[in-house]
């Protein structure tokens, strides 16, 4: 199968140190690499407060704290093959540092576009006038 662009969202700790969040990245990142997919952006969107507190799924171990009410977020765009996808949310999930971690599929401003809103479509605009020109002509 294909690579298919996928989004990646992941909640850490908010007191992690900057050798450990490199870690987490490039070890992600190069296991998407090394199985053939493209990394196309990194973003580390900072620390930020929850909705709600979260639990981790084991304390930690400096403090003994389970419970979290900021944490710092960060997304990855990538594009790569099913396995690999399934491969990284392992490799996340048996981190402890990592609170949460969500895969979803990666949108373009063309998919809003043509799916959710047709009136915007220039290519669908066009077919709508041809046929409004051909029923004008048939109707006389």
């Not at 979290?68 to 997304?75: P, Q, V």
């Not at 396995?83 to 401003?109: E, F, G, I, P, Y």
């Not at 799916?115 to 290519?123: A, C, F, G």
Request: net charge positive; proline share 4%.
């Amino acid at each position: 199968t294909g690579n298919s662009p996928s989004s990646l969202c992941i909640i850490l700790f908010h007191d992690q140190d900057f050798k450990a969040l490199t870690n987490i990245v490039k070890t992600m990142s190069l296991k998407v690499v090394d199985n053939g997919g493209i990394v196309r952006s990194i973003q580390n969107h900072g620390i930020r407060q929850f909705p709600h507190r979260i639990q981790a799924k084991h304390p930690d171990f400096k403090t003994g704290q389970r419970y979290y009410e900021k944490g710092r977020y960060i997304s990855v765009y990538y594009d790569a093959n099913p396995s690999t996808q399934s491969q990284v949310q392992n490799l996340l999930s048996l981190n402890d540092q990592v609170l949460r971690q969500t895969h979803l599929k990666a949108r373009s401003k063309l998919d809003f576009i043509t799916m959710q809103r047709p009136e915007k479509n220039p290519y669908v605009q066009r077919v709508w006038a041809e046929e409004r020109q051909r029923a004008d002509q048939l109707n006389g």
